[in-house]
């Protein structure tokens, strides 16, 4: 039997911040910048702040408004990063098929793993534990048959929480659902179903598929149609285990600010760059993944002659990819990657034409290998990546 276990990392920026400094623990934390700054939005908000119905992707100054007594910080990648790595590399010591989605979350395939660590509700239970006692965060996992399922079960009970849905109950367990706890399933695609006269997910999946793509498309009505009884939707990249590397992120609440989709997609690039340096990897395709709102996906890539120099070098040719994809819809799902892998060589970093990106990608990799040598080591570097470098 495949069982998928999806671990969420908790209001993970807001969290390692708390970590990082105690005083701030049971405070409303909001990373992304100052309440002042004109075009700055919020990237995580701690779960304190969240009761005052902060969320990310939210303008700074509108978030400063619910919560003006929240402690605001700028993001620091770099650090994020480097706990994301070393929860990555727990994730992999109950596991070889671990699948990173992005800084903040992965699925872990704990398929024949019984005889090492006991049934897969035992498996994700120590899973938990581990974060907790190695890398002293909270995570909630989802365990359940497909990666659709275990996606929305990893929400089901956070923070700290885990959810199973037994072999079996997967349609039952998405008909208890309402509309709103869907994965996938926004706001105004919740409208157009309303207009339709189907408020539940028994209303969906007594919907025939004709009838559904009449109104949503053959990829939107296959979504929902399976989506409802509880079947793998195919959401999600499968990425190659030696060709690509890939970061993505689908947003509880759709992106429509250009300026918000461009923090997201740096986010993205960085993580990916930071995979490609830690894994040893060196390419020079850009690939860009949209999911709109509607459902529609659009992925477009493009090749250079010379090796991505950097994560800044990584987010201007994706920026360049953005301008000539996106149509100006709401997104639901973003995503950045690099294809096309080979293995990353000494004599590359000096390329004949520089470009300026040199001493970016040196100065990207120096700050990795001393912050591996000694975690304790706080090192800052003052949008242009300089806002997430510290």
Request: aromatic residues 10%; hydrophobic residues 40%; contains cysteine.
């Amino acid at each position: 039997m495949t069982w998928f276990l999806h671990v969420d990392m908790d209001a993970f920026y807001a969290s390692v911040e708390q970590l990082d400094h105690p005083e701030l623990k049971g405070k409303p934390v909001i990373v992304g910048g100052q309440p002042d700054a004109r075009r700055s939005v919020v990237s995580t908000a701690s779960y304190e702040a969240r009761k005052y119905g902060v969320h990310s992707a939210m303008p700074m100054a509108q978030a400063y408004r619910l919560c003006p007594d929240a402690v605001y910080l700028p993001v620091r990648m770099k650090r994020y990063q480097e706990k994301s790595a070393e929860i990555m590399d727990i994730f992999r010591t109950f596991s070889p098929d671990v699948q990173q989605m992005s800084v903040d979350e992965a699925f872990i395939d704990l398929t024949g793993t019984q005889r090492l660590f006991g049934p897969p509700e035992h498996t994700a239970q120590l899973v938990k534990k581990a974060v907790r006692e190695q890398a002293g965060l909270t995570v909630s996992v989802g365990l359940a048959t497909n990666k659709y399922l275990a996606k929305i079960a990893s929400g089901i009970s956070k923070p700290d929480g885990f959810y199973v849905i037994p072999q079996g109950t997967e349609a039952a367990f998405m008909h208890s659902l309402p509309l709103e706890r869907v994965w996938g399933i926004g706001e105004k695609t919740r409208t157009k179903l309303h207009k339709l006269g189907l408020y539940t997910t028994q209303d969906i999946y007594n919907t025939p598929l004709q009838l559904l793509s009449n109104s949503f498309g053959d990829v939107g009505a296959q979504f929902l149609y399976k989506a409802v009884r509880g079947e793998n939707a195919n959401l999600f990249t499968e990425e190659s285990k030696t060709h690509s590397i890939s970061a993505e992120t689908t947003f509880q609440y759709d992106l429509c600010d250009y300026y918000a989709i461009e923090t997201y997609l740096m986010e993205l690039c960085y993580t990916v760059m930071f995979r490609m340096y830690k894994e040893g990897w060196a390419s020079r395709t850009v690939q860009l993944k949209i999911r709109y709102d509607d459902f529609s996906t659009y992925s477009i890539q493009e090749t250079a002659d010379r090796l991505i120099a950097s994560a800044e070098d990584m987010f201007s040719r994706a920026k360049l990819l953005l301008k000539k994809k996106y149509t100006g819809g709401n997104i639901r799902l973003l995503g950045a990657g690099a294809l096309n892998l080979e293995q990353s060589a000494a004599d590359t970093q000096g390329e004949l034409f520089d470009f300026g990106d040199g001493k970016a990608k040196i100065l990207e990799q120096t700050v990795l290998q001393i912050k591996q040598k000694d975690p304790s080591i706080k090192i800052t570097k003052a949008r242009l990546l300089k806002d997430i470098f510290s």
